[in-house]
């Protein structure tokens, strides 16, 4: 029986990634590289948005949400559309003002270069982390359908999507993106209908069940600055960390700068919105599902075990493997994405300008597949010690949303607001990292807050310490540091 799901999984896993070795011969810069050469389509962004905006985190480590609680999280995800509407209106008209390749380059305009290494190297140790707990997360999958010890599942997944992404570039991601967050959402549609063919009385007693315990909850209106997931809480810290997440992390942001023009990216951003809400409720859905499901047994250790383990136990014959193989899917395609994206700030943000001269457009782009391997071995290395950091989804989570804060606020500084210079930047950057560092350790507001005070830290401080701090200036948007031909 688990030769056929084994074969269905390996087959796929070969599939995808010689699907995305293909895209090699259309490399030739680190435009091609870094921004698909700009010709993929608004909905094929969008699919790719996607599956950078949920991962394996969502699929595994939503269900457990419902099955404990109720679906009180989806008041996050109201969050995400307030703030598509923010990005679309303050940050795209900006990124698409000239060509950019990271979102960094634009604090570089405004502030100069000390901001933009700043910005992005915020980016690279939080990507970096958030990103391992994500390849720990694919590791739980691995390590069930193998068998395998932690390291050996790692290594595994990291070294089939190191391959086609170091070979594809930004175009791979794109078109892996589409055909594996495609792959993931009809594993966990038939997953669904399994499911509910296996609960007497169907779907109709499973949601008689789950209403009387309480469990169909949506908004809770209960004002509280400790518990994560009520309206306020939701609506506000949503807008905040999808505002940051979207607008200032190089994960989404290079996926936006890959549209053709600004309103194709923004066709892409909002549509995104769609496919997840209808994704985090399917999710949400199946971790109910589940409870009914298994009510009277003991519950797991492990929760976040909870979806692969009754796929891999309970499925039949040929479904369990494609729900595995969607499931791996989810973790190759955000995999791919940041390592890309960690590979893009590296070179465009640090080696360029750090250059003692131009060179080629083929000696960066040899650069940038090298960076891609190096931020591989990073990213294994963490996935190895983030088992120890709890839940996946909101370990996650909790990482971003210690830094991204920062980050947001550092850009509100810079596109809102004409007096603050670079010293007075850093000095809001030290505030809100000395915060959040505060908040985190010393108190027990949750992490759906913490981008908002981290934002509101930094924007706050960096204005004020422009009337303090001598030396502020408008940068004029036209900076002369060299640009190679890329």
Same mark, same amino acid.
């Given at each position: 029986?688990?030769t056929v799901d084994l074969a269905i999984i390996a087959a796929y896993l070969a599939g995808v990634t010689w699907f995305g070795a293909r895209f090699k011969q259309s490399q030739n810069s680190l435009k091609d590289y870094f921004l698909g050469g700009q010709t993929a389509p608004w909905w094929a962004i969008a699919l790719?948005?996607?599956?950078?905006?949920?991962?394996?985190?969502?699929?595994?480590?939503?269900?457990?949400?419902?099955?404990?609680?109720?679906?009180?999280?989806?008041?996050?995800?109201?969050?995400?559309?307030?703030?598509?509407?923010?990005?679309?209106?303050?940050?795209?008209?900006?990124?698409?003002?000239?060509?950019?390749?990271?979102?960094?380059?634009?604090?570089?305009?405004?502030?100069?270069?000390?901001?933009?290494?700043?910005?992005?190297?915020?980016?690279?140790?939080?990507?970096?982390?958030?990103?391992?707990?994500?390849?720990?997360?694919?590791?739980?999958?691995?390590?069930?359908?193998?068998?395998?010890?932690?390291?050996?599942?790692?290594?595994?997944?990291?070294?089939?999507?190191?391959?086609?992404?170091?070979?594809?570039?930004m175009t791979a991601v794109i078109w892996t993106d589409v055909v594996q967050m495609c792959m993931y959402v009809v594993g966990a549609s038939v997953s669904f209908i399994v499911l509910v063919n296996k609960i007497p009385g169907g779907f109709g007693h499973a949601l008689d069940l789950a209403s009387a315990a309480g469990?169909?909850?949506?908004?809770?209106?209960?004002?509280?600055?400790?518990?994560?997931?009520?309206?306020?809480?939701?609506?506000?810290?949503?807008?905040?960390?999808?505002?940051?997440?979207?607008?200032?992390?190089?994960?989404?942001?290079?996926?936006?700068?890959?549209?053709?023009?600004?309103?194709?990216?923004? =066709? #892409? %951003?909002? *549509?995104?919105?769609?496919?997840?809400? !209808?994704? @985090?409720?399917?999710? +949400?859905?199946?971790?109910?599902? &589940?409870?009914?499901?298994?009510?009277?047994?003991?519950?797991?250790?492990?929760?976040?075990?909870?979806?692969?383990?009754?796929?891999?136990?309970?499925?039949?014959?040929?479904?369990?493997?494609?729900?595995?193989?969607?499931?791996?899917?989810?973790?190759?395609?955000?995999?791919? =994405? #940041? %390592?890309? *994206?960690?590979?893009?700030?590296?070179? !465009?943000? @640090?080696?360029?300008? +750090?250059?003692?001269?131009?060179? &080629?457009?083929?000696?960066?782009?040899?650069?940038?597949?090298?960076?891609?391997?190096?931020?591989?071995?990073?990213?294994?290395?963490?996935?190895?010690?983030?088992?120890?950091?709890?839940?996946?989804?909101?370990?996650?989570?909790?990482?971003?949303?210690?830094?991204?804060?920062?980050?947001?606020?550092?850009?509100?500084?810079?596109?809102?607001?004409?007096?603050?210079?670079?010293?007075?930047?850093?000095?809001?950057? &030290?505030?809100?990292?000395?915060?959040?560092?505060?908040?985190?350790?010393?108190?027990?507001?949750?992490?759906?807050?913490?981008?908002?005070?981290?934002?509101?830290?930094?924007?706050?401080?960096?204005?004020?310490?422009?009337?303090?701090?001598?030396?502020?200036?408008?940068?004029?948007?036209?900076?002369?540091?060299?640009?190679?031909?890329r």
């Amino acid at each position: 029986m688990r030769t056929v799901d084994l074969a269905i999984i390996a087959a796929y896993l070969a599939g995808v990634t010689w699907f995305g070795a293909r895209f090699k011969q259309s490399q030739n810069s680190l435009k091609d590289y870094f921004l698909g050469g700009q010709t993929a389509p608004w909905w094929a962004i969008a699919l790719s948005i996607v599956s950078a905006e949920t991962s394996t985190l969502t699929i595994i480590g939503t269900p457990p949400l419902a099955y404990a609680g109720s679906f009180v999280f989806l008041q996050v995800v109201f969050g995400y559309l307030l703030a598509r509407v923010v990005i679309s209106t303050i940050f795209l008209p900006r990124y698409f003002e000239r060509q950019m390749f990271t979102a960094y380059e634009l604090m570089q305009r405004r502030f100069g270069p000390n901001v933009r290494k700043v910005a992005s190297g915020i980016f690279l140790v939080t990507r970096a982390l958030a990103e391992g707990v994500r390849v720990f997360a694919i590791s739980i999958v691995i390590s069930i359908l193998l068998k395998t010890g932690g390291a050996a599942s790692i290594a595994v997944i990291m070294a089939l999507t190191l391959f086609y992404t170091f070979e594809g570039g930004m175009t791979a991601v794109i078109w892996t993106d589409v055909v594996q967050m495609c792959m993931y959402v009809v594993g966990a549609s038939v997953s669904f209908i399994v499911l509910v063919n296996k609960i007497p009385g169907g779907f109709g007693h499973a949601l008689d069940l789950a209403s009387a315990a309480g469990k169909l909850q949506v908004f809770d209106f209960q004002w509280s600055w400790t518990k994560p997931y009520t309206v306020f809480a939701g609506f506000v810290g949503g807008c905040f960390l999808t505002t940051a997440s979207h607008g200032t992390d190089q994960l989404v942001v290079q996926r936006l700068l890959s549209a053709k023009n600004q309103g194709q990216s923004r =066709a #892409a %951003l909002f *549509s995104s919105w769609i496919v997840i809400f !209808v994704q @985090f409720t399917l999710f +949400l859905t199946i971790g109910m599902l &589940l409870w009914v499901y298994r009510t009277g047994q003991p519950p797991l250790a492990q929760p976040d075990r909870l979806y692969p383990l009754f796929i891999w136990e309970s499925l039949p014959v040929g479904v369990a493997g494609l729900a595995m193989a969607a499931i791996i899917a989810a973790a190759m395609a955000n995999l791919s =994405a #940041a %390592l890309n *994206s960690l590979a893009s700030a590296t070179v !465009v943000d @640090f080696y360029e300008p +750090l250059s003692k001269k131009l060179q &080629l457009p083929a000696h960066y782009l040899k650069v940038a597949r090298i960076s891609t391997v190096v931020w591989g071995i990073i990213l294994g290395a963490i996935a190895l010690v983030a088992s120890q950091w709890g839940s996946v989804l909101e370990s996650g989570l909790r990482i971003a949303s210690v830094t991204l804060g920062i980050l947001l606020g550092l850009f509100l500084l810079g596109v809102l607001t004409k007096k603050p210079g670079e010293n007075a930047a850093i000095a809001g950057v &030290l505030t809100g990292l000395a915060a959040m560092l505060y908040v985190k350790f010393a108190t027990s507001v949750p992490f759906t807050w913490w981008v908002m005070i981290g934002s509101g830290t930094t924007f706050g401080a960096g204005y004020l310490s422009s009337f303090l701090i001598p030396g502020a200036r408008i940068r004029d948007g036209n900076d002369t540091e060299r640009t190679p031909n890329r």
